[in-house]
T-cell receptor, first 116, second 108 residues
Framework: GAVVSQHPSRVICKSGTSVKIECRSL??????MFWYRQFPKKSLMLMAT?????????EQGVEKDKFLINHASLTLSTLTVTSAHPEDSSFYIC????????????FGEGSWLTVV | QKEVEQNSGPLSVPEGAIASLNCTYS??????FFWYRQYSGKSPELIMS????GDKEDGRFTAQLNKASQYVSLLIRDSQPSDSATYLC????????FGAGTRLFVKA
């Protein structure tokens, strides 16, 4: 199946700093990528839809100035958590939509963010 | 009414039994249907896709789609403890909507 790579898999940062997470579709072009966060034993929560060449669409309650999304190419979207706080610690997952007949969504491996 | 509904579970089945996971959706124009498996602490992985009414089999997995009744199900035959995970249903029409997932426990 298609591969979506996410990096880094784990990151620890200090409060107040920013951290960038990359999401790459390795064998297909993705005009649309998605960013989720997930707390332990909870459901996926869609944060935003990332559209190549245009601004991301954020879900209600998600601060766009805090979670900066850039989708500069058909294979790369980045999520930057700015001025991170301990409550931002979570599992962040990206996904990319294959433009084939089924519009299948493939997930990256996820990134564990710990803010200390 | 949620757009994609799944019983949160947990669904507990003994090893070797058939696990049946169900999903209903509200958007009648939905065209593509997917099942993902998510192990604890990992991201979801695609296990099945189905686009037309009927059954689709892949190894121990069978996806069933009934567009008239707006449900899609996943059967896991000969369930193994390694099948214990959360199973997410996803439905694509104009956009892709995920269900909240059903937790499955397979008891050894």
């Amino acid at each position: 199946g298609a591969v979506v790579s996410q990096h880094p898999s784990r990151v620890i940062c200090k409060s107040g700093t920013s951290v960038k997470i990359e999401c790459r579709s390795l064998d297909f072009q993705a005009t649309t990528m998605f960013w989720y966060r997930q707390f332990p034993k909870k459901s996926l929560m869609l944060m935003a839809t990332s559209n190549e060449g245009s601004k991301a669409t954020y879900e209600q309650g998600v601060e766009k100035d805090k979670f900066l999304i850039n989708h500069a190419s058909l294979t790369l979207s980045t999520l930057t958590v700015t001025s991170a706080h301990p409550e931002d610690s979570s599992f962040y997952i990206c996904s990319a939509r294959d433009q084939g007949p089924g519009n299948t969504i493939y997930f990256g491996e996820g990134s564990w963010l710990t803010v200390v | 009414q949620k757009e994609v509904e799944q019983n949160s579970g947990p669904l507990s089945v003994p090893e070797g039994a058939i696990a049946s996971l169900n999903c209903t959706y509200s958007d009648r124009v939905s065209q593509s249907f997917f099942w993902y498996r998510q192990y604890s602490g990992k991201s979801p992985e695609l296990i099945m896709s189905i686009y037309s009414n009927g059954d689709k089999e892949d190894g121990r997995f069978t996806a069933q789609l009934n567009k008239a009744s707006q449900y899609v199900s996943l059967l896991i035959r000969d369930s193994q403890p390694s099948d214990s995970a959360t199973y997410l249903c996803a439905v694509t029409g104009f956009k892709t909507i995920f269900g909240a997932g059903t937790r499955l426990f397979v008891k050894a």
